[in-house]
């Protein structure tokens, strides 16, 4: 089984220039690795930054040293963790912009997607730009170069698809995504109720910006080989059971629910809610349970198994500060070893019953939340008995 984070930025090139001007400067490409690997306990991972020209000469670097080595199935091993060099560019499809990933199996075939996009996009440092093209001519840039891809975030009110553009993805894509990543402030149980998706492949990536937040939300594959042949087989043959989703719970999303930008608060009456209803204004973030109640061709919730557990990150759990966590990583290696590996009993003897409950509860995605909006994140709010 293979823990997988497919979406992870870069704050800043070894050279010290910025990628991800949100991101954080301790975001580089070899501290990713190391915290990834040592500290996340993550198996594969999707850098989606290594278009950035700063970003390349860092991949040299690595190779140079030996702390990456090419894959033959495309990706590189970096120390036990695969790295998948990828791209997030900005698109206008319909009437909005939204949010695109591509995956390539070497950093040669980046700058062969980079060389055919040169002059559609301004600044080739930054992270997330906007293409100046049309979406079938990037996709056919993508094929060229023997890459993958698929829609980013899908139902975020900030540039994905169904927040942003559209409806039904038959609407705007010529071509229907084989994989679709799901977003923060959505599970599968929201997604499958669009039917179009029903065979797609979903997975839950963290989206970070720092290291802290690589895999917040993250995926299990199980029986794929750890490369980019191995992600692109799962994608081309939508083998969509070999994906297991942990995400947060919808809810402490910062987009779940509508957000009033005149009354300042989340509107919590049942979605989806346009307006609202206390001050009656308009000028509402819509939140993804909103939009995607109102777009929905199948009721919401019936899918409901075991491949999405809502597990929100360590570091979240009440009781687990600084201190807990060091303590916790340091006896038992890795979140991921921690979250999946260590028994009950071994977690209480070293981090006390109460926390040790609220792993295990974490562990099986029975935490209740209380909902996000507008940007503001919600919070676990289980009391213990
Ligand atoms: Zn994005
Ligand atoms: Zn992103």
């Not at 989206?207 to 299990?220: F, G, K, P």
Request: with cysteine; glycine share 10%; aromatic share 8%.
């Amino acid at each position: 089984m293979l823990f997988a984070d497919l979406h992870v930025h870069i704050g800043q090139s070894l050279d010290g220039k910025y990628v991800k001007i949100t991101g954080a400067k301790t975001l580089t490409l070899p501290n990713i690795l190391k915290v990834a690997r040592n500290v996340k306990g993550l198996s594969l991972i999707g850098v989606i930054d290594s278009h950035s020209t700063g970003v390349q000469e860092d991949f040299k670097t690595l190779l140079t040293t030996g702390d990456l080595r090419l894959l033959s199935a495309g990706g590189y091993a970096a120390h036990g963790l695969t790295l998948i060099p990828g791209h997030e560019i900005e698109l206008q499809v319909g009437e909005g912009n939204a949010h695109f990933l591509a995956y390539f199996p070497s950093i040669e075939q980046v700058q062969k997607y980079v060389k055919a996009l040169k002059p559609t996009i301004r600044n080739w440092q930054l992270s997330t730009q906007k293409g100046f093209l049309p979406f079938d001519l990037w996709l056919e840039a993508v094929r060229k170069a023997e890459g993958i891809w698929f829609p980013a975030h899908v139902f975020t009110p900030h540039k994905g698809i169904y927040g942003n553009c559209c409806s039904r993805l038959s609407d705007v894509l010529a071509v229907a995504p084989k994989a679709i990543e799901i977003g923060l402030s959505a599970d599968r149980g929201m997604a499958e109720s669009i039917g179009e998706l029903e065979t797609c492949v979903m997975f839950s990536n963290s989206d970070a910006h720092s290291l802290s937040n690589i895999a917040r939300e993250y995926n299990t594959f199980e029986q794929v080989d750890p490369s980019f042949g191995g992600l692109l087989n799962l994608i081309e043959h939508k083998n969509k059971q070999a994906v297991r989703n942990y995400g947060l719970p919808p809810k402490i999303g910062k987009y779940h629910r509508s957000y009033c930008l005149s009354c300042e608060q989340i509107i919590k009456a049942a979605a989806p809610q346009l307006t609202c209803l206390d001050c009656g204004s308009k000028h509402v973030v819509m939140g993804v349970l909103d939009r995607l109640v109102s777009i929905a061709d199948r009721p919401m919730g019936i899918y409901n198994d075991s491949t999405y557990v809502h597990q929100v990150p360590l570091r979240q759990l009440p009781g687990i500060g600084p201190k807990m966590y060091e303590r916790l990583l340091k006896e038992f290696g890795t979140e991921m070893a921690v979250l999946h590996h260590v028994p009950a009993e071994a977690l209480q003897r070293v981090a006390g019953e109460k926390v040790a409950v609220w792993i295990i509860k974490d562990r099986r995605g029975e935490l209740n939340v209380e909902a996000g909006g507008g940007g503001v994140f919600g919070r676990v709010v289980d009391l213990l008995t």
